[in-house]
């Protein structure tokens, strides 16, 4: 069975943004809770609409709640906690690799 070249139409949108990157952003963190999704672009012509559109992230109905969660969560993540662990990844603190 083939899949349509638009977006499938029993998805679920659970975000929605004018930034690609953020929307990028959100699919991996659904994607490392285990939760598929896609991200569809929304933009209409420039020339006839300028400004319009933007980007949603669309995944299962199965999955729109635990993926609403998910997303609620990381939201709700204090900025510190987000820069501390963006920081231990970036310094290998949790590599186990040997310190001089």
Known sequence: ?????????????VFDTQQESEA?????LL??????AIVTNLQAPQDVLP????????????QAD????????????????????EEAGETGEDSGAAQE
Do not use: C, F, W
């Not at 069975?1 to 949108?13: C, I, Q």
């Not at 990028?24 to 991996?28: A, I, N, P, Y």
């Open 1 to 13: 069975m083939s899949t349509p070249s638009n977006a499938d139409p029993e998805l679920v949108t």
């Open 24 to 28: 990028m952003v959100v699919q991996s």
């Open 66 to 85: 635990e993926a609403r969660g998910v997303i609620e969560e990381y939201k709700n993540t204090p900025e510190s906690v987000v820069e501390e662990a």
């Open 31 to 36: 994607a490392s809770a285990g939760i598929d």
């Open 51 to 62: 400004g319009v559109g933007g980007v949603v992230v669309r995944v299962n109905p199965s």
